[in-house]
């Protein structure tokens, strides 16, 4: 055997070991690469499913698949925070709210909304609609249930008593409460032309008959001040009542002269106020807005689009030049824009963003769903957006 030959045998040992090695290392790269796919997939998450927590282990690299994964259904209405198409990792919490209508009835109108709130607060704060400017049938509290919510909303009620008119403002639900809004005391026997017990509405007129009576002392209505003061920072036209006004009460004491047990004669010896009035204040706009003929936006633009759906409501260039400056300050009408510090999000600045949903899922970057969603919160809330500019002007947010 030459050398040649005799060293040719350790050779292939060594090449046979080596392809033995290599074939190993690729086998664990691919066991390696398996695992770590496998642990990029696997998710350990809770999610919230309206107020109920639930963990959720599965596999999937969307929102979506891990709540298919666990079968949990959602609809185009419902509310999933972060979106079905966002990514998520382990740990993270999921929302969702599943949507439903809700039986309304705002002074007295009933209609329907969809609504993914789980308390009566959360469904009015959705409507746009504060605490202080409407009362409810129900605790904010308290769980959304199947009855009908009843919403009264802030209304001007016109009062005749006395020999005076008195134009109060008030949230109450019915005429009582209207009257004790105002500060009208009625006393035993007076009559009034509406029902107590009889929706208040705005502008409604109730005219007063007090009783007449013999008594050594009557009270009566006083009529309240209204102070208007001019605010550079409202639009020009435009009225907000920062302190409502209260009548006050006046207490006069009479001598009764009789004849037979038939009073004669009765002669006032003694008039005294004994509840002050309380002024009304009223802010006075006194800001010149751009004329509608000035205003120009491109085409396809959100401006552009919000102009559109503001007109579809009936709302013309007068109260787009409200809109204008109103969202200009809020967010720059970028559709991304986001308060790291509150959550307020988009176009409107909805608090939080995920109120949006309740329009459509792609509130996050579909400015047409901002804007629809925005235009309803300023219908409810304030009416017009002229309404909202002159609120934001005078306490710097609407």
Request: aromatic residues 4%; contains cysteine.
């Amino acid at each position: 055997m030459t050398d040649s030959e005799q060293g040719a045998a350790p050779r292939s040992g060594a090449h046979r070991r080596l392809g033995r090695i290599v074939a190993q290392a690729s086998i664990l790269a691919v066991v390696a690469g398996a695992t770590s796919a496998f642990a990029v997939m696997h998710k350990q998450v809770t999610v919230d499913v309206d107020g109920r927590l639930v963990q959720v282990e599965g596999f999937g690299r969307t929102v979506g698949a891990v709540l298919a994964g666990a079968d949990i259904e959602v609809g185009d209405g419902d509310l999933v925070a972060p979106g079905l198409h966002d990514s998520v990792t382990k740990g993270e919490q999921i929302v969702v709210r599943h949507g439903r209508d809700l039986d309304l009835v705002v002074d007295g109108e009933p209609q329907k909304v969809w609504t993914t709130a789980l308390t009566v607060g959360e469904a009015i704060d959705g409507l746009g609609l504060r605490d202080g400017d409407v009362r409810l049938s129900a605790s904010r509290s308290e769980p959304l249930g199947r009855e009908a919510l009843r919403v009264s909303t802030e209304k001007t009620i016109h009062l005749v008593v006395d020999g005076q008119v008195i134009d109060g403002v008030s949230s109450g639900g019915t005429v009582r409460d209207a009257l004790k809004d105002v500060g009208l005391v009625l006393g035993e026997g007076d009559e009034v032309s509406v029902p107590l017990d009889a929706t208040a509405v705005d502008g409604l007129v109730v005219l007063v008959t007090r009783a007449q009576t013999d008594a050594e002392t009557r009270t009566e209505a006083v009529k309240f001040a209204t102070q208007e003061i001019d605010d550079p920072g409202l639009a020009k036209g435009t009225k907000l009542v920062v302190t409502k006004g209260r009548a006050g009460i006046r207490t006069t004491t009479y001598q009764l002269d009789t004849v037979g047990g038939v009073v004669t004669d009765r002669q006032a010896i003694s008039s005294v106020i004994t509840t002050e009035p309380v002024t009304q204040v009223v802010h006075v706009g006194t800001m010149v807005l751009p004329d509608p003929s000035d205003i120009h936006v491109t085409a396809g633009s959100a401006q552009a689009i919000a102009r559109e759906l503001a007109a579809a409501r009936g709302w013309g260039d007068d109260q787009f030049a409200c809109l204008l400056p109103l969202w200009k300050r809020e967010s720059g009408w970028r559709v991304n824009a986001e308060n790291k510090s509150s959550g307020a999000y988009g176009i409107p600045q909805a608090l939080p963003g995920s109120k949006m949903a309740s329009v459509g899922s792609d509130w996050r970057t579909n400015p047409t769903t901002q804007i629809t969603w925005g235009l309803n919160y300023i219908k409810n809330r304030y009416k017009t957006p002229c309404g909202a500019w002159a609120s934001f002007q005078s306490q710097g947010w609407y």
